[in-house]
């Protein structure tokens, strides 16, 4: 039988979803800006009968880490980054709990979580594959898009910096066989799709093992179709599953 827990892996609080049969991999799910993971108790239900155990960390300041008056522009546009960041250097503690038992990892994040998916896998390089859906692995493109949108100044230095360190188009490794999917709506207002087109054409100039993909779907918002779900599941098994 599927077994739901709540744990705290390297500090942090998370959901452990087993799937009813030993697992075929691991896979971290990230949820999205103002969620809970509680929020994502079905989404991760889902890829647990896809047959892999799940682990859904707490974002800081979500859940019982705290709150924000996250959909207040100033607070997140204070905020976004330092969430962001936090989880992706947590992330490797937790990468690192999971390797004990797993070397089959794989990640999933969409929004908020996309982009921290993203981080995670470019910096670590056990981590197999990552899903990133209605994010960015284009960080500092993304920032200047966002700027422009609500007419902010640019990026002084040191906050450029903070964000390039863990950019994943500046952290991919181009001799790790890892594997990206970016799936986005092309109508998406949230986080518009232009930072993925640029992360895919400053990538394709590289020399690289990195199998990419982005799949872009018409008509679509933020927002996560079944369409995706599809795609997701099929990267996963070739690039994460195992059989036991």
Not at 128 to 142: D, E, G, T
Request: proline content about 4%; aromatic content about 10%.
């Amino acid at each position: 039988m599927r077994i739901i827990n709540e744990c705290t892996i390297a500090g942090v609080p998370c959901l452990q979803i087993d799937p009813y049969l030993p697992p075929v991999g691991t896979i971290i799910l990230y949820h999205g800006w103002g969620s809970t993971i509680r929020d994502y108790l079905f989404f991760g239900s889902m890829i647990s009968d896809w047959g892999y155990k799940v682990i859904i960390p707490e974002l800081p300041h979500h859940g019982e880490r705290g709150n924000l008056a996250y959909f207040d522009t100033v607070i997140l546009q204070q905020h976004f980054w330092s969430v962001v960041i936090q989880a992706v250097e947590e992330a490797s503690a937790i990468v690192a709990d999971i390797l004990n038992t797993d070397r089959h990892v794989g990640i999933i994040g969409n929004s908020a979580g996309g982009f921290i998916a993203g981080g995670v896998c470019a910096t670590n390089s056990n981590v197999k594959s990552a899903v990133i859906m209605n994010a960015s692995c284009a960080w500092l493109r993304s920032e200047e898009i966002f700027r422009q949108h609500d007419g902010r100044s640019p990026m002084i230095a040191i906050e450029a910096e903070n964000i390039r360190k863990y950019d994943p188009l500046f952290n991919i490794n181009d001799s790790n066989d890892q594997a990206f999917l970016l799936l986005h709506g092309k109508e998406d207002t949230t986080i518009p799709i232009e930072s993925q087109r640029y992360f895919m054409e400053r990538m394709s100039v590289k020399d690289n093992q990195t199998s990419l993909k982005l799949v872009e779907y018409a008509g679509v918002n933020h927002q996560i179709t079944l369409g995706m779900l599809q795609e997701a599941k099929e990267w996963l098994e070739k690039y994460v599953h195992v059989e036991r």
